[in-house]
């Protein structure tokens, strides 16, 4: 995505830098991969072997660790091995062609990659904007409504994520991963103490510095408020979209420069999201041009396959992560298109709308250059409430609309049998999103409507409300409630998210409410039903 920070000067020298280029080495075979096979839990936490027993993903060779001897061979050669991965099965190093050379002779070498694009390019002299379009602003309001939801009530209404809370899934069992720039004030604010109280937060890692500094002030408040836009708390003020899911805080997104490590340093933090057993990565970070215009892609790279962070991506979701990017916010540029890896057709990319409905200006427009639809769907992404330190606060972006989206996904998932398909619930999403059949080139198939997939997982397995009807409907006094079952309880809401009324028998007087829309839960036996209510 284009930065707002200005470029660092390097130490390097210009014919230096045009003679040394970032290389990725990938090795023939992993010599240890037995000793994994007799023994999973070596490398991988029981929670993520049960996500790939849940989902039918057999246990692969990309899922042994790297072969440590092969490293310190290539160290052994006078290389600094900072990144390295056990996916992609290789190391990354800065080399020049004699050095490439002799890579490619090792015996246990397959072959070697370089993140070269365009061999005639060389450092920009104009600074490259990161996360153009983020704009983050209000942060000290000093008027804040006093509801449950507050600010964040339209935006989570937009993609219908509400009636999912009223019925019970607010994100709880679920685990995601934020990986971006890093989290100040994520340890100290109190629109984070609600996580932190709770013990929400399972940990991190700074890829970028390779330490456990994640919260460093230093650090840019991107990754923070994305963070908030799905797990922040202010009572009476603002309700993150999945409250109650626990989190992975991981950095890999460096804040001064723009570098291709960038996506090793995603793809290493993808990989230790695996290992503890994540459901969900949310990412709102992307990639097309560099400090290096060596390392710039072109649309045509934007296939989805041709980026290492894209590929990096797809073989997370092929272990049954839910795997969310942002779309990029380049809509008004000449350069226009979704940026990698959201042009990856395993990953589902979200696109940016407004309060009204319409396509965010500054949101990319897809398809991906292979013609995949892209964005998948879209959230609000203009002028979304999030949380920062101990405010409220406001910013724009597909930054935004991406963790939105990404906290209803893991609602979602926490509705639904954990042995469904990720790649079906994906296909699910889109059908019940806005513009289905149809598509726009910056909304893809429209705004997100989480219940209503949700209910269509009932309707598959035929326990929907078919047999309980409420009427009249709308009502002025009194409504009256059938069911083929005993009904236990009715619990009316209002738009705000609050509980108001508790009855538990089949008429309810409703006289003593405002004129309104209310969300009614139903429970009967071993099912609930959300039903709509107007009082007139």
């Given at each position: 995505?284009?930065?707002?920070?200005?470029?660092?000067?390097?130490?390097?020298?210009?014919?230096?830098?045009?003679?040394?280029?970032?290389?990725?080495?990938?090795?023939?075979?992993?010599?240890?991969?037995?000793?994994?096979y007799?023994?999973?839990?070596?490398?991988?936490?029981?929670?993520?072997?049960?996500?790939?027993?849940?989902?039918?993903?057999?246990l692969?060779?990309?899922?042994?660790?790297?072969?440590?001897?092969?490293i310190?061979?290539?160290?052994?050669?006078?290389?600094?091995?900072n990144d390295?991965?056990?996916?992609?099965?290789g190391?990354?190093v800065?080399?020049?062609?004699?050095?490439?050379?002799?890579?490619s002779?090792?015996?246990?070498?397959?072959?070697?990659?370089?993140?070269?694009?365009?061999?005639?390019?060389?450092?920009?002299?104009?600074?490259?904007?990161?996360?153009?379009?983020?704009?983050?602003?209000n942060?000290?309001?000093?008027?804040?409504?006093?509801f449950?939801?507050?600010e964040?009530?339209?935006?989570?209404?937009q993609?219908?994520?509400?009636?999912?809370?009223?019925?019970?899934?607010?994100?709880?069992?679920?685990?995601i991963?934020?990986?971006?720039?890093?989290?100040?004030s994520?340890?100290?604010?109190?629109?984070?103490?609600?996580?932190?109280?709770?013990?929400?937060?399972?940990?991190?890692?700074?890829?970028i510095?390779?330490?456990?500094?994640?919260?460093?002030?230093?650090?840019?408040?991107?990754?923070?408020?994305?963070?908030?836009?799905?797990?922040?708390?202010?009572?009476?003020?603002?309700?993150?979209?999945?409250?109650?899911?626990?989190?992975?805080?991981?950095a890999?997104?460096?804040?001064?420069?723009?570098?291709?490590?960038?996506?090793?340093?995603?793809?290493?933090?993808?990989?230790?999201?695996?290992?503890?057993?994540?459901?969900?990565?949310?990412t709102?970070?992307?990639?097309?041009?560099?400090?290096?215009?060596?390392?710039?892609y072109?649309?045509?790279?934007?296939?989805?396959?041709?980026?290492?962070?894209?590929?990096?991506?797809?073989?997370a979701?092929?272990?049954?992560?839910?795997?969310?990017?942002?779309a990029?916010?380049?809509?008004?540029?000449?350069?226009?298109?979704?940026?990698?890896?959201?042009d990856?057709?395993?990953?589902?990319?979200?696109?940016a709308?407004?309060?009204?409905?319409?396509?965010?200006s500054?949101?990319?427009?897809?398809?991906n250059?292979?013609?995949?639809?892209?964005?998948?769907?879209s959230?609000?992404g203009?002028?979304?409430?999030?949380?920062y330190?101990?405010?409220?606060?406001?910013?724009?972006?597909?930054?935004?609309?991406?963790p939105?989206?990404?906290?209803?996904?893991?609602?979602l998932?926490?509705?639904?049998?954990?042995?469904i398909?990720?790649?079906e619930?994906?296909?699910?999403?889109?059908?019940?999103?806005?513009?289905?059949?149809?598509?726009?080139p910056?909304?893809?198939?429209?705004?997100?409507?989480?219940?209503?997939?949700?209910?269509?997982?009932?309707?598959?397995?035929?326990?929907?409300?078919?047999?309980v009807?409420?009427?009249?409907?709308?009502?002025?006094?009194?409504?009256?409630i059938?069911?083929?079952k005993?009904?236990?309880?009715?619990?009316?809401?209002?738009v705000?998210?609050?509980?108001?009324?508790?009855?538990?028998k089949?008429?309810v007087n409703i006289?003593?409410?405002?004129?309104?829309?209310y969300?009614?839960?139903?429970?009967?036996?071993?099912?609930?039903?959300?039903e709509?209510?107007?009082?007139?």
């Amino acid at each position: 995505m284009r930065k707002i920070f200005t470029i660092l000067s390097v130490s390097f020298s210009l014919i230096a830098t045009a003679q040394t280029e970032l290389v990725f080495v990938f090795f023939k075979d992993k010599p240890n991969k037995a000793a994994f096979y007799s023994n999973p839990l070596s490398e991988l936490t029981q929670k993520s072997l049960d996500r790939r027993t849940n989902l039918g993903i057999p246990l692969m060779d990309q899922d042994a660790p790297i072969e440590p001897t092969y490293i310190t061979n290539i160290q052994n050669l006078g290389f600094d091995v900072n990144d390295y991965s056990k996916w992609l099965n290789g190391v990354a190093v800065n080399a020049i062609s004699e050095q490439i050379q002799t890579l490619s002779q090792q015996s246990y070498v397959d072959h070697v990659e370089s993140f070269v694009r365009n061999p005639n390019g060389g450092k920009r002299k104009d600074k490259i904007e990161k996360f153009k379009e983020f704009d983050q602003a209000n942060a000290n309001r000093g008027i804040l409504t006093n509801f449950n939801y507050g600010e964040g009530l339209a935006q989570i209404n937009q993609v219908n994520i509400r009636a999912l809370h009223v019925a019970g899934f607010t994100g709880t069992g679920m685990t995601i991963a934020v990986i971006d720039t890093g989290f100040p004030s994520v340890n100290t604010g109190n629109a984070f103490k609600r996580l932190r109280d709770n013990g929400q937060i399972k940990g991190g890692y700074n890829f970028i510095g390779k330490n456990t500094d994640i919260y460093n002030t230093s650090l840019n408040t991107h990754g923070s408020i994305c963070l908030g836009t799905i797990g922040g708390y202010l009572d009476n003020q603002f309700v993150g979209t999945a409250p109650d899911a626990d989190f992975y805080l991981y950095a890999s997104e460096d804040g001064e420069n723009e570098i291709p490590e960038e996506q090793l340093y995603w793809i290493e933090a993808a990989e230790e999201a695996d290992r503890k057993g994540v459901d969900v990565i949310t990412t709102s970070l992307g990639y097309y041009q560099f400090d290096d215009s060596r390392y710039d892609y072109t649309y045509s790279d934007m296939n989805g396959t041709t980026s290492f962070i894209a590929r990096g991506a797809q073989i997370a979701t092929e272990k049954g992560i839910f795997v969310t990017f942002a779309a990029g916010n380049e809509g008004n540029n000449d350069w226009h298109y979704i940026i990698t890896p959201a042009d990856n057709t395993k990953v589902f990319t979200i696109g940016a709308v407004t309060s009204q409905g319409s396509s965010s200006s500054f949101s990319s427009y897809g398809p991906n250059s292979a013609g995949a639809t892209k964005p998948d769907g879209s959230a609000r992404g203009s002028e979304v409430y999030t949380v920062y330190g101990n405010q409220v606060t406001q910013a724009s972006g597909t930054s935004l609309a991406n963790p939105l989206a990404a906290g209803g996904v893991a609602c979602l998932l926490q509705s639904l049998s954990k042995n469904i398909s990720r790649d079906e619930i994906k296909t699910k999403l889109r059908q019940n999103a806005s513009l289905y059949p149809n598509t726009s080139p910056q909304m893809g198939y429209g705004i997100l409507n989480f219940y209503k997939t949700y209910q269509s997982y009932l309707d598959v397995n035929d326990i929907k409300k078919n047999q309980v009807k409420v009427y009249p409907n709308p009502a002025k006094d009194v409504i009256n409630i059938s069911s083929d079952k005993p009904i236990q309880s009715v619990e009316i809401y209002d738009v705000l998210g609050r509980l108001i009324k508790t009855e538990t028998k089949n008429n309810v007087n409703i006289s003593q409410l405002s004129k309104g829309n209310y969300l009614l839960k139903i429970k009967t036996g071993d099912q609930q039903i959300i039903e709509k209510l107007i009082k007139q």
